[in-house]
């Protein structure tokens, strides 16, 4: 087999996508500094709010992921619920230990690493590049205009 995808996609060889602990309390989320959409992001965030009653987790793999993150209001409104992990490497690593936690994020990289760590994931699409991967190898990715997929996803729904 030839695989020309992204090297960090590579070990997903046909690894299960599909969502299995539905009752998953935490969530880790990333967003995307050089991409932003104020509307939809605020709609991905409410739904993860929504879903999850333990902790929310950002992690700013950019560096200015976390400055996109303080624009939006619905941060400051659940400031007491979302917290920023360091942005390190090592910081992502310790989170990604927590047995009972998902990733919704638009960061494709840290949503391949959550993936190769055996956590339920949903890299959410900001443009071509992680359309055009999960064509190729079943990549977990929902369109960032279409919140209604996360959503079955969430509830269980095999979507990929």
């Keep these: 087999m030839l695989n020309t995808s992204c090297p960090t996609t590579w070990s997903l060889d046909g690894l299960d996508t599909n969502r299995k602990n539905l009752n998953c309390r935490n969530c880790l989320f990333t967003l995307t500094d050089y991409s932003w959409n104020l509307t939809a992001d605020t709609k991905w965030i409410e739904i993860i709010l929504n879903h999850y009653s333990g902790d929310i987790y950002f992690f700013p793999q950019g560096f200015h992921d976390e400055e996109y993150l303080n624009t939006l209001e619905i941060f400051h409104i659940h400031k007491n619920r979302i917290k ?31 993936l190769q760590h055996n956590i339920d994931s949903v890299i959410i699409a900001i443009d071509n590049r992680a359309t055009e991967i999960a064509k190729d190898i079943r990549l977990p990715v929902v369109e960032r205009t ?5 959503v079955k996803w969430l509830e269980g729904v095999q979507i990929f």
Excluded: F
């Design 146 to 150: 279409q919140p209604e997929a996360l």
């Design 84 to 114: 920023i992990l360091e942005h390190s490497i090592e910081a992502l690593y310790e989170c990604l230990k927590m047995a009972d936690i998902n990733y919704i994020g638009t960061r494709l990289h840290s949503g391949t690493m959550c």
